[in-house]
Structure formats: structure tokens, C-alpha cells
């Protein structure tokens, strides 16, 4: 199968790979999710006791408060963060956290990843050359 690319903006730079976890709801990191495990907390979530460390997190966007930066930095440094993420629409509180944590970021892609993804697909996130690569 020849993979296929999605031309988005870059957020944070780098690169990553692995499987996709993907919800349409927005999501906020100041108690939504639990940055010693990286397990979603927020019971109105669709991801609620989901884990999304060291998977490729595909979101709509973020939302709610400004802390929810440093929750993406906690998780980071307690190797529970998503080891990429995605949003249709990055807004400030989850692109500060992505930037802040290393955590590679891409908004605006081309198409609607939401409808072309499904979880445990296995994806590359590259924000340096602004593509997501569907491997699978």
C-alpha cells in the first residue's frame, strides 16, 4: 500500500511516528487528563479512560485554561505526553504546550483528518515539512 500524505502547517517542529488516537471533542489538559499516567480523566470526553501517552493525539482543538500548557510540559517530562499532535485548529493554550514540551504539532491540514483516521492507525507526523504520512 503506498502511503499517503496530508499537507498541514507546522505548530512545533520535529518528527514522529506511531499509532493514531483520535477524538472529534476539543480537549482541555487542565483536568482533562492526568499528566502522571496520560490517562483522560474528563468523564464528558469521548477519550474518558483512554491513555494518550506515546500515541499520535488527533483533536479538533484544544480548550480551556491557560495551565493546560504546563500540563503538556508535566507530561513530557513524566513521559506521558502523546509523542505527536494533530488538531484541525491549534489554539494558543496547546500550541504554547507543544512548543514548551518538544512535543511535535501540526494544524490546518488539507483535509479532515477526523473523517480519514481511525484510531490505531499508524501515522508519521513530520511539522518540520508540514505532512502527515498515513502508513496504514
Partial sequence: M????????????????????????????LGGVDPQTGDITDRQHELYQQNISDQILVIPSGKGSTVGSYVIYQMAKNKTAPLAIVALEAEPIIATGAIMASIPMVDQPEENVLKILKKGNRVEVDADAGIIKILD
Avoid: E, M, N, Y
Avoid at 499537507?7 to 472529534?24: F, H, L, M, N, T
Fill in 2 to 29: 503506498t502511503s499517503r500524505i496530508i499537507k498541514c502547517r507546522k505548530i512545533s517542529r520535529g518528527q514522529a511516528q506511531g499509532k493514531v488516537i483520535i477524538s472529534s471533542d476539543p480537549l482541555s489538559f
